[in-house]
């Protein structure tokens, strides 16, 4: 048995009878237009991380096909909104 939770037509969460959330959000960096300031970094480091480049990188336990993509658990969407909201270059997109 699996019990949703609606937030908004954008979010939604589904959890499994353990309470685990197990719905996800894709969250990717352009790397050509990072600027490498670590805003991101700074105010969500759950998903966000400096890499070796110099440029924003999605956490290794969240990233997907490369460090610059990756699906965050739908608990973490704020932060990684607020980054996205915050980054100067606009490099961070959120798919819900």
């Known amino acids: 048995m699996f019990i949703y939770i609606y937030i908004n037509e954008k979010c939604r969460i589904l959890l499994n009878p353990h309470r685990k959330v197990i719905s996800m959000v894709k969250v990717k ?8 300031c670590s805003v991101c970094a700074n105010l969500c480091p759950d998903v966000f991380m400096m890499g070796d480049d110099g440029k924003s990188s999605i956490v290794e336990k969240f990233r997907g096909a490369s460090d610059a993509e990756g699906d965050i658990p739908a608990e973490l969407l704020d932060c990684a909104r607020a980054a996205a909201d915050s980054c100067p270059a606009q490099a961070i997109t959120i798919e819900e």
Do not use: G
């Open 29 to 36: 960096i352009d790397k050509d237009l990072c600027t490498s």
